[in-house]
């Protein structure tokens, strides 16, 4: 299974991306996807998720500006940000938990907010 991670960029405080994610090979029925952020010295964190039945989650440092979809057909997930802030600045990483409680980690994209 590969999870391949893109949208990342830079952008000016204010701005707006979209990440995707798009899980392959082989997989089951994925019940979680997710976005996670890391800073350099701290631990991973939940940016937001999403339940097979549409339910979401979100870290309330990005409510009101993140928004979390998934298209099941493409075994894809989407973060919108917008409202960027400077301390949105950090590498996202988006995660899949298969029905059988498999997680997957895709490799990260940079998000770089300027002032």
């Known amino acids: 299974v590969q999870l391949q991670a893109s949208g990342g960029g830079m952008v000016q405080a204010g701005g707006s991306l979209r990440l995707s994610c798009a899980a392959s090979?082989?997989?089951?029925?994925?019940?979680?996807m997710g976005w996670y952020r890391q800073a350099p010295g701290k631990e991973r964190e939940l940016v937001a998720s999403i339940s097979s039945g549409g339910s979401t989650n979100y870290a309330d440092s990005v409510k009101g500006r993140f928004t979390i979809s998934r298209d099941n057909a493409k075994n894809t997930v989407y973060l919108q940000l917008n409202n960027l802030k400077p301390e949105d600045t950090v590498v996202y990483y988006c995660?899949?938990?298969?029905?059988?409680?498999?997680?997957?980690w895709g490799q990260g994209t940079l998000v770089t907010v300027s002032s």
């Open positions: 995660s899949i938990v298969t029905i059988r409680g498999q997680r997957y």
């Open positions: 090979g082989t997989i089951f029925s994925i019940s979680v």
